[in-house]
């Protein structure tokens, strides 16, 4: 049973669960079994809209870092995200779900360009509606485009799935003692500086009451765990008395 609050939820993957145990780039045969986790939280009888960022592939300030300009840099990650977007795709309609592709990037050859009017006809009809390319501008992440595209699609969450099972105090990987949070305000992850995502996207979502729901990835089967209120996540919402 999904959680019953959420009808409509945006699902943010991080570029690097694309690539498995590789390096870098895409896996194919975890991308399938991405698709499977995605169809299930699907089967719940959600809405859903899917962000896939492009880390695995090409990030703007890496590129920068070794001299190359910010802004092509940028370009190229967008485009990176257009690549895992497709390759999504294909994934979920090899097991028989429907999904477009929208990209904030005009590619008409390729993908459809984002239309948000479109976008919410495609929902009504049950399809997948994967938003590529990010916002479409230079320094911005795919994580300020999922909050940007939740907020634009009227979500009633958005769902960021990584390679951490929630938010703690301290990096998990670093401190074994570090303390997660069940719950934790908008307020306290922007002044603790706690890496959920970065400070535009939590923004966004404070503006416009998004809760952030943060949860591995990695476990199978945790979306639907996540959607039905269980399994191991942290919740990034107002405080009571925080400003919406
Ligand atoms: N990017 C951008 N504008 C956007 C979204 C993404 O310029 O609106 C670029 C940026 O260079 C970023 C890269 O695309 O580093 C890949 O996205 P991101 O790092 O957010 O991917 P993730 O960490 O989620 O894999």
Known sequence: MPHPQYKRILLKLSGEVLMGEQEYGI?????????????????TGLELCLVIGGGNIFRGVAGAAKGLDRTTGDYMGMLATVMNAL????????????????????????CEPYIRRRAERHLEKGRIVIFAAGTGNPFFTTDTGAALRAAEMGCDALLKGTSVDGV????????????????ISYGEVLSDDLKVMDATAVALCRENSIPIVVFSIREKGNVARVLAGEGTQTIVRSNKGEEA
């Open 168 to 183: 703690y105090d301290r990096d998990p990987k670093l401190f074994p003692n570090a303390k997660r949070y069940d719950t």
């Open 87 to 110: 390759a999504m795709q294909n994934a979920l309609e090899q097991l028989g779900v429907q999904t477009r592709v929208q990209s904030a990037i005009p590619m008409s050859s390729v």
């Open 27 to 43: 896996d194919p045969v975890y991308v399938a079994r991405l698709a499977e986790e995605v169809k299930a939280a699907k089967e």
